[in-house]
Every structure is written in C-alpha cells, then in structure tokens.
C-alpha cells in the first residue's frame, strides 16, 4: 500500500521561505505516479498547488506560480515543493498526493488515490 508522509512544515514570516519534503512508499514504481502538492485552509475548499509528471510535465496553481518549485527526486522516491516568497494567504494545510493512473486534470484533488497526512504552513504578516 502506498504511504506518503509530509514534513518541512512550519511558521515563517511573509517574504520567507519553506522547502516541504513528501516520502513515498509502497511502490517500487514512484517515477511512473503523478504526484502532486494540494493545500485547504480553514473554510475553504482544497486547491492545487503543484503537480509533477516524472519531472519532464509541471502544473502550478495560478496563485503561486513564480513562486513555488515542484521537483522530484526518483532515487530517493521523494517529491518536494520549494516556497518562495511566502504570502500569508499561502497559510494552509498542505497535502501530497499520488496517483498511478492518470488523474484527469492533473491540480485536480479527486483524480489522485492517495493521500498524505499533511503538513501545516503558516505566514504571518
């Protein structure tokens, strides 16, 4: 069974940075998953943020492009996202996701099968 687990979360000032780190096990296969980064803070809905196709496709959400790096590292079968700039409407919980087959639109959060525990950000102004 696939199992993704978050880390790297934590308070910063805005203009700050966070790098967020997920692990990937269960699968010997991690190079062939869409992975993606997800975040939902409280009283809204779950956004897209970032997603990664084996390193050769990337996707951002139009509220952090410039500002956000999604990358890979398949021998470590791990996905990071590199935050830059960090705004404090960037606060969230934020999640990694997985998915085998093809999740449809690739920020879209139903197309992706597993799921991470999540990590909390938080910018304050």
């Known amino acids: 069974q696939v199992r993704l687990v978050e880390s790297g979360g934590g308070s910063v000032q805005a203009g700050g940075s966070l790098r967020l780190d997920c692990t990937f096990s269960?699968?010997?296969?991690?190079?062939?998953?869409?992975m993606a980064w997800f975040r939902q803070a409280p009283g809204k809905e779950r956004e897209g943020v970032a997603a990664d196709v084996d390193n050769h496709i990337q996707n951002y959400g139009d509220s952090v492009k410039g500002r956000f790096t999604i990358s890979r590292d398949n021998t470590k079968n791990a996905l990071f996202l590199e935050m830059n700039s960090l705004k404090p409407e960037d606060t969230a919980m934020y999640y990694c996701a997985a998915s085998r087959s093809p999740p449809g639109w690739i920020l879209n959060g139903d197309g992706y099968k597993y799921w991470g525990q999540g990590t909390q950000v938080t910018v304050s102004s």
């Open positions: 269960g699968d010997t296969r991690f190079s062939e998953y869409y």
